[in-house]
C-alpha cells in the first residue's frame, strides 16, 4: 500500500489559496484555466477593493477606532490585489500549458508554479 501525499497546513489563507488553485489550473482544459485567470484576477483585482470601499464609504459614523481600523485597511488592500495578480498569472501560465501540452505536472512543478507567479506577482504589483 502506498504512502499517502501529506500536506503543510499553515494559517495563511492566500497561500492556501494560491496553492488550490494552482492544482486546479493543472487539471482544467486551456479554456478552464483562462476562463479561471480572468474571473479570478478580475474578483480580487477589481471587485473586492471596490466593495471595501463601498463599505467604508456606505458607512458615515466616524469614530477614532474606525478611522484608524480604516487606515490600516487601506494600507493593506494591495495585498488583496497582489493576490488577484498572482492568481491571474497562475491562469494565464496554465492556459498557455495546457494548450501546447496536455500532460499534467507533478507536485514539485506545481509548487514550482506556485513559486514563480508570486515571485511575477511581487515585480508586476
Known amino acids: 500500500m502506498g504512502r499517502r501525499y501529506y500536506r503543510?497546513?499553515?494559517?495563511?489563507?492566500?497561500?492556501?489559496?494560491?496553492?488550490?488553485?494552482v492544482e486546479v489550473g493543472?487539471?482544467?482544459?486551456?479554456?478552464?484555466a483562462a476562463l479561471m485567470g480572468v474571473v479570478m484576477f478580475s474578483f480580487f483585482y477589481w471587485i473586492v477593493p471596490a466593495w471595501i470601499h463601498h463599505q467604508w464609504d456606505s458607512n458615515p459614523s466616524r469614530s477614532p477606532l474606525g478611522d484608524l481600523v480604516r487606515q490600516v485597511f487601506e494600507r493593506r488592500l494591495h495585498w488583496v490585489q497582489y493576490l488577484g495578480i498572482v492568481l491571474g498569472l497562475i491562469g494565464a501560465f496554465f492556459a498557455?500549458?495546457?494548450?501546447?501540452?496536455?500532460?499534467?505536472?507533478?507536485?514539485?512543478?506545481?509548487?514550482?508554479?506556485?513559486?514563480?507567479s508570486r515571485l511575477l506577482g511581487r515585480f508586476l504589483d
Open 8 to 21: 503543510r497546513r499553515s494559517s495563511n489563507a492566500a497561500g492556501a489559496l494560491i496553492r488550490d488553485a
Open 96 to 116: 498557455i500549458k495546457n494548450y501546447f501540452w496536455a500532460e499534467r505536472l507533478s507536485r514539485h512543478g506545481e509548487h514550482g508554479v506556485g513559486f514563480l
Open 26 to 32: 493543472n487539471r482544467l482544459p486551456w479554456w478552464g
